[in-house]
């Protein structure tokens, strides 16, 4: 058996086709996902990167692990946690990372009989270092039973595709650097600017328009649906792809302009906190199954024991793939079936890097609760009714228009 598991790092859903995207931003990843099992309403418990990974891989929410905050020098995991990669490891398993984390925190290195760091010269990854990393090492064992994590940064700020993309997003005769542009003023006058000055807007130049930064995210997004289709027939041409479990997932998605936040994942509204999800199980299967109910990503880890233990594969170890105790995610197997819808009744959200904030979702409220609103103008509260006010939360919401 060989799992391949892929987090498409700032990935928003909705900007995908599978979940109703017009645009043509993800051909290969609708493909992929009409082949298994979309998960409709998949949530970030736990944002930005480094919580939400550490969630993916321990099962556990950061309010249980105790962490919630992004780049923090206080934030440890304890080595008697247990860990996705290394309980695979330990059942028999090759294991692989091509990612990065590592530069933020020790524990992503946890379990790899491999770890080939993606980082290079520049602040930025491109996804082909990512491909030129992998492709060899899945050739190399391909006959072996494997786990391969991948991380695939494209989708993340500064936007920086590849020119040919641009086009199918942005007519160039618009001029995203006309005089008299207005639209990024907003962006500009943000108290964060400074920050994204210096690491993201210099890299793109004097944009003036806004439409011309949400159409690079886009067509990120398209350059990254190709290195997915290289990377998917890969697996066709060494002959594995029918016993590789193939699971996509964003960490969290992408605030671009609504709310006040400018290109940037924070803040624990639908645009970031609601992600992608898509555990292709079932590639023979040429219906497209999709699954609603909230789910948040830690779900991942008992949904991937799962699978192993149904593989039965010989040589594994099954006794080490027990769920750990405590986790906050549930496997996500009777829901992929059919057999469950898998709802939650909740999903708790949680933020600590601009601001500090903790949310509550249900299938139709939202309570956002903030503790320091950072640079930016909220509310102690904010509750909405997504039902009567879809706008409050999701894509097209406003600042200030919940509740207090």
Not at 150 to 169: G, I, Q
Not at 217 to 230: F, G, V
Not at 328 to 350: F, H, I, K, Q, R
Not at 394 to 401: E, H, K, L, N, V
Request: proline share 7%; glycine share 8%.
């Amino acid at each position: 058996m060989k799992i391949i598991m892929i987090s498409l790092d700032t990935l928003r859903a909705d900007r995908l086709g599978c979940y109703g995207y017009s645009k043509p931003t993800s051909p290969y990843i609708d493909r992929i996902a009409s082949e298994g099992v979309l998960m409709e309403r998949a949530y970030a418990a736990d944002i930005p990167t480094e919580v939400a990974h550490s969630a993916i891989f321990t099962g556990k929410i950061g309010l249980t692990t105790g962490l919630v905050s992004h780049g923090s020098d206080l934030s440890y995991l304890p080595k008697t946690v247990e860990w996705l990669p290394s309980k695979l490891k330990t059942a028999g398993f090759t294991t692989c990372a091509v990612d990065n984390l590592y530069n933020l925190k020790e524990w992503f290195a946890r379990g790899y009989n491999y770890y080939l760091n993606s980082s290079g010269p520049k602040r930025w990854i491109d996804g082909r270092t990512v491909n030129d990393l992998a492709l060899p090492w899945i050739r190399d064992h391909k006959d072996e039973d494997f786990f391969l994590f991948l991380h695939y940064w494209d989708a993340h700020t500064p936007y920086l595709p590849p020119e040919a993309y641009v086009p199918s997003f942005y007519e160039p005769s618009k001029g995203p650097y006309r005089e008299g542009g207005s639209s990024m003023e907003r962006a500009y006058e943000h108290p964060a600017y400074p920050f994204f000055k210096h690491h993201h807007y210099k890299l793109l130049g004097p944009v003036t328009d806004a439409e011309y930064m949400n159409a690079l995210y886009d067509a990120e997004i398209r350059y990254l649906d190709d290195l997915l289709r290289e990377l998917d027939e890969t697996l066709v041409q060494l002959g594995i792809k029918e016993e590789t479990l193939l699971v996509l997932f964003g960490d969290h998605g992408e605030s671009l302009t609504e709310h006040d936040i400018y290109w940037d994942h924070c803040g624990l509204y639908e645009p970031t906190v609601a992600c992608a999800a898509d555990p292709a199980v079932a590639r023979a299967n040429s219906s497209r199954r999709t699954r609603a109910g909230l789910r948040p990503a830690c779900g991942l880890l008992p949904t991937v024991l799962e699978a192993v233990v149904r593989s039965a594969a010989p040589g594994l170890s099954l006794p080490a793939l027990h769920v750990p105790d405590g986790v906050d995610g549930s496997t996500l197997w009777p829901s992929m079936l059919g057999e469950a819808d898998g709802t939650l009744e909740e999903v708790c959200l949680s933020e600590c890097a601009w601001q500090a904030a903790r949310a509550i979702r249900t299938d139709r409220y939202k309570l956002i609760r903030y503790y320091d609103p950072g640079p930016f103008q909220r509310p102690v509260t904010e509750l909405y009714d997504l039902l009567d006010e879809p706008a409050g939360a999701c894509q097209f919401g406003r600042p200030g228009t919940g509740h207090r």
